[in-house]
Nanobody
Framework: QVQLAEFGGGLVQAGGSLRLSCAAS????????MGWYRQAPGKQRELVATITSGGHTNYVDSVKGRFTISRDNNKNTVYLQMNSLKPEDTAVYYCHVDEWRLGPDMRYWGQGTQVTVSS
């Protein structure tokens, strides 16, 4: 079983920055993909960014050029650096890791961290 702990959410003014982190712990075999989703009030959860074990990244168009996803494989941690934040970035942000254990990847989710951007 893999546990995820998220850190770094908070309240920031538009144009500001935040850095989210998500650390995986437990009986980990091998982590493949990692990423971040977000869910704003009244909206569906949407993909924000993903990163493969090889470092290939993917972003939703609305955050390209502003957000950067990275990972530290030694620490089983994924990060999301968020710059030039906008009020529409306000949401609960959830991290995920995809663990491989001799079969299809198993996805685990963090508990979510609130990001609020004031105008």
């Amino acid at each position: 079983q893999v546990q995820l702990a998220e850190f770094g959410g908070g309240l920031v003014q538009a144009g500001g920055s935040l850095r989210l982190s998500c650390a995986a712990s437990g009986n980990i075999f091998r982590i493949n993909g990692m990423g971040w989703y977000r869910q704003a009030p009244g909206k569906q959860r949407e993909l924000v960014a993903t990163i493969t074990s090889g470092g290939h990244t993917n972003y939703v168009d609305s955050v390209k050029g502003r957000f950067t996803i990275s990972r530290d494989n030694n620490k089983n941690t994924v990060y999301l650096q968020m710059n030039s934040l906008k009020p529409e970035d306000t949401a609960v942000y959830y991290c995920h890791v995809d663990e491989w254990r001799l079969g299809p990847d198993m996805r685990y989710w963090g508990q979510g961290t609130q990001v609020t951007v004031s105008s």
